[in-house]
């Protein structure tokens, strides 16, 4: 059993929480905790090896934490996702292959693309895929049209899995804190489009990849993973492309990773990720 816990902090909150399973005769084999002295803020992730009846046990912890703590007692431990994409494929692919062979964490419901390129491969993974294009409608039908697909299937998270379309609030607002991207540079640099050829032009040393949580502010969400490497002035931005495709593949999987095993905490515009 998991369970997750995020609050105000305040004296006696790990000997409290503590008290609680040890009075129901719950054995802690993980604990992890971090308190953000700025923002005052609690975070702890515990698995016990015994389950228990989650109502009689959170009901134990509001009593003992601080009012609007949250509280997650065994979350649902094998999402569900939609993912959306574009036209390039790296990402879909090391996610389909993951799912295929169960190791992924959660289980992708369907496959949305606003270009038909991508279907051949979502077929061949028995995966449905979705074809809804953007031209020639406004921002506001195309969004409504992937909304209806994706409220069917119901997912936990929605992953852009380099979907190349700026979302609108309205569309971010209906699913907060669950929309996860990859972003192919090392934010906040580069942000919006053509990071490499940006990147090649100002000489940089070091690309990378950021996958985030998505808010109303261009790739500025709250971020779950970062991951860099080194590059020289040999290297033409067609170098930085091949090499960036493969860091955004391995910085989404692991953000996918941490996410679905309910690791990482949003507070505000910051996350706190156990690892």
Do not use: W
Request: contains cysteine; charged residues 20%.
């Amino acid at each position: 059993m998991v369970i997750v816990i995020q609050c105000a902090d305040q004296t006696g909150l790990v000997s409290a929480i503590t008290g609680v399973l040890a009075a129901k005769k719950l054995n802690i084999v993980s604990l992890r905790e971090h308190v953000d002295q700025t923002e005052n803020r609690f975070y702890m992730r515990l698995e016990v090896t015994e389950a228990f009846e989650a109502d009689l046990l959170l009901s134990e912890f509001q009593r003992v934490l601080p009012p609007a703590a949250l509280i997650t007692i065994n979350p649902l431990p094998h999402k569900k996702i939609v993912v959306l994409v574009t036209k390039e494929y790296h990402c879909l692919a090391d996610i389909l292959v993951k799912n295929y062979f169960s190791s992924l964490g959660a289980t992708v419901s369907a496959v949305i693309g606003n270009y038909p390129d991508l279907e051949d491969i979502c077929k061949r993974f028995n995966i449905p895929f979705f074809f809804v294009s953007h031209e020639n409608k406004d921002k506001a039908t195309f969004e409504d049209e992937m909304t209806e697909i994706i409220l069917t299937y119901a997912p936990e998270y929605l992953v852009l899995a380099k979907f190349m379309r700026i979302l609108s609030p309205a569309f971010v607002a209906q699913f907060p804190k669950q929309i996860i991207n990859i972003h192919h540079s090392f934010l906040p640099a580069f942000i919006g489009a053509n990071p490499y050829k940006k990147a090649f032009e100002r000489g940089v040393k070091l690309i990378g990849a950021t996958a985030h949580f998505v808010t109303n502010d261009l790739d500025e969400g709250p971020i779950i993973t970062q991951q860099t490497i080194s590059v020289n002035h040999s290297q033409v931005t067609a170098d930085m492309v091949k090499t960036g495709k493969e860091i955004e593949t391995s910085v989404l999987a692991k953000a996918l990773r941490l996410v679905f095993d309910d690791r990482v905490f949003v507070y505000r515009n910051k996350t706190v990720v156990f690892d």
